[in-house]
């Protein structure tokens, strides 16, 4: 296995080199950061408003797996991939650039290239949110957001994301609720109590979505909000 990969010996126990010792740590160490990739995808950034309020919109219309999850999934990422744009490349010319150039170390390139991603987090938390985890581990109220730990800063922009984007679900939700309502109504009135109001409703609402280009409407609501 050695002779394919230079310089790890997958016997670290009882190796006594510091330097392989050292490479097989941090090659465990990536494998481990690589593996939590997707949770801090998604609680790290913008993904979670997105994915769930492009998921109320389908909901709300009743299309049932339209459009499918993959595609959901896949604006959601580029999306995201746009808004994390400019912290991203804050995170390279702070940190990454400066580590492969031998300029700092490890730790001084996680707390610069931290920075940033804490900035947008901290921008788009709920004071109220943060101060809940922060009361419940003890921890001092901080003097800037360099201050605040990750542990305590990632919870509480989760939980605020989930916030923000039920009320934007909830805002999506109501003209089509009124679509339906209306068209039971008329269902009764007409005496057709039988036949699903869902399917009537459904070609309406497809209809006023599209007149009103719902989706460029979806997209810059959820741009603006950054």
Do not use: C
Request: net charge neutral.
């Amino acid at each position: 296995m050695n002779e394919f990969i230079p310089g790890l010996d997958l016997d670290f126990i009882n190796n006594s080199d510091p330097a392989n010792m050292e490479t097989t740590i941090q090659l465990l160490l990536l494998l481990t950061v690589l593996s939590l990739a997707p949770s801090i995808l998604i609680l790290m950034t913008s993904f979670t408003r997105i994915i769930i309020v492009l998921s109320f919109v389908r909901t709300s219309l009743a299309t049932q797996q339209m459009p499918p999850n993959q595609v959901l999934i896949g604006i959601a990422l580029f999306l995201t991939f746009f808004i994390m744009a400019p912290v991203m490349h804050d995170v390279n010319k702070e940190a990454i650039q400066p580590l492969v150039k031998g300029e700092i170390t490890q730790k001084e390139a996680f707390n610069k290239g931290s920075l940033p991603v804490k900035e947008f987090m901290a921008k788009h938390t709920r004071q109220k949110d943060l101060m809940l985890f922060l009361e419940y581990s003890g921890a001092k109220k901080p003097e800037s957001i360099q201050d605040i730990p990750l542990t305590t800063l990632v919870p509480a922009f989760a939980i605020s994301e989930l916030k923000t984007a039920f009320q934007m679900g909830f805002m999506i939700f109501v003209p089509f609720l009124i679509i339906d309502m209306v068209v039971a109504s008329v269902l009764m009135a007409m005496g057709m109590m039988m036949l699903p109001p869902v399917m009537i409703s459904l070609p309406f609402k497809i209809l006023l979505f599209v007149l009103v280009d719902g989706w460029h409407l979806i997209v810059k609501s959820l741009l603006l909000s950054y």
